[in-house]
């Protein structure tokens, strides 16, 4: 098998690195990924149900919160566990 040219084989084995700014700093990685991105949509006031996976429940949830008071939100909403603190 002939290789393309302008190709080494040194360059074929390249040893894999992490990135320097995750190496350096695991802790930050497992927040970011532990916190999701759910707390940038809602409130803390506001914890979605656990089942929560489609993105259309999110719109719907959206929904909800930005046109429903607390009030209405505990006897109506169907995508929230929690409301209030």
């Known amino acids: 098998m002939q ?8 360059a074929e084995r390249r040893p894999i690195t ?3 700014a995750i190496g350096r700093r695991p802790e930050a990685v497992a927040e970011a990924l532990q916190k999701g991105f759910t ?3 809602f409130p803390a006031r506001l914890q979605l ?3 929560m996976h489609e993105l259309y429940e999110m719109e719907l949830a959206s929904a909800e919160a930005a046109l429903m008071s607390d009030e209405e939100l505990v006897r109506n909403a169907a995508y929230f566990g929690r409301v209030g603190t």
């Open 3 to 10: 290789r393309p040219e302008g190709t080494t084989k040194n």
């Open 18 to 20: 992490a990135t320097p």
């Open 39 to 41: 707390h940038k949509i």
């Open 49 to 51: 149900i656990p089942q």
